[in-house]
């Protein structure tokens, strides 16, 4: 059964549509991987998803009913570029985007201010950052950095997390702990889950599908033509198709 629902999806920006007719849905719990040209309007379809913007055309429906116009708690986002608050300590960084969004802070009583601690150190426990709770962000490596921004997301229990890049800063080794670091949250939590990434690799490990996003029509003469959609939805499970065949197939590899 459908999840995440998307029917006749466009956004325009002034007179330039950046992406269109997208038609898709995606089953609770999977996880899709999203790979496509730089700049043919990847991000552009997370926010979309996340409601930071609103589509020109079509809808999106999210387990049944209309998406929110705005951002919420629904969804968390991670981006390639670290999310986390410098100025905070580690377990800080748990604690206070909830403080902000919701102003709930100011009127815990000091026992349920000790439990939120509790939660968020049991989380840092999950992510393997316990020992360095109480330290800044700059003490801590990419890896331990982009582990605690996906476990800010998480914080919220989001029913759908939205990746974008978010590995893309890593070094090979510390990526694929990363890689079995979300498998393993993934398992635990069953979260639908949407990453852009410009690894094929990466997307086909750990995706059940693969979009490609690209533009079919392709005009020099006149730039705002060039709309992408999704050209190809690869299943992706026991590896999918070989890569060599989507790279033989669009131009994802070959950015014009
Ligand atoms: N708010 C906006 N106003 C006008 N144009 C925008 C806006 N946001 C994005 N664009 C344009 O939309 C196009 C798609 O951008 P987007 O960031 O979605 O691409 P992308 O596929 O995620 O690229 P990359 O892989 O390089 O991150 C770009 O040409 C960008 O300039």
């Given at each position: 059964m459908s999840y995440v629902t998307i029917k006749g999806l466009s956004k325009t920006y002034g007179k330039r549509t950046?992406?269109?007719n997208i038609d898709v849905s995606v089953p609770k719990g999977q996880f899709v991987s999203i790979v496509g040209a730089s700049g043919c309007g990847k991000t552009t379809f997370l926010r979309l998803l996340l409601a930071q913007e609103q589509p020109t055309r079509g809808e999106i429906h999210i387990d049944g009913a209309p998406m929110a116009r705005e951002p919420g708690r629904d969804h968390g986002i991670v981006f390639q570029r670290y999310s986390v608050l410098?100025?905070?300590t580690v377990l800080n960084n748990l604690i206070a985007p909830r403080a902000f969004r919701s102003s709930f802070w100011g009127r815990l009583s000091r026992a349920d201010r000790a439990e939120e601690r509790d939660k968020a150190r049991a989380t840092l426990a999950r992510i393997g950052l316990e020992h360095v709770?109480?330290?800044?962000?700059?003490?801590?490596s990419g890896g331990m950095l982009q582990r605690l921004a996906i476990a800010q997301a998480l914080a919220g229990e989001p029913k759908i997390l939205l990746l974008d890049e978010?590995?893309?800063?890593?070094?090979p080794g510390t990526k694929i702990v990363m890689h079995d670091f979300l498998q393993e949250l993934r398992d635990q939590s069953g979260m639908t889950i949407f990453m852009i990434t410009h690894d094929l690799g990466e997307a086909f490990k750990l995706g059940d599908r693969v979009w490609a996003f690209d533009k079919p029509v392709w005009d020099a003469t006149d730039p705002e033509k060039n709309a992408a959609t999704i050209t190809y939805d690869f299943d992706a499970r026991d590896d999918g198709i070989p890569f060599q065949t989507l790279k033989e197939r669009t131009h994802v590899l070959h950015p014009r």
């Open positions: 950046i992406i269109e410098p100025h905070q709770a109480d330290q800044y962000p700059a003490d801590l978010p590995f893309g800063a890593l070094d």
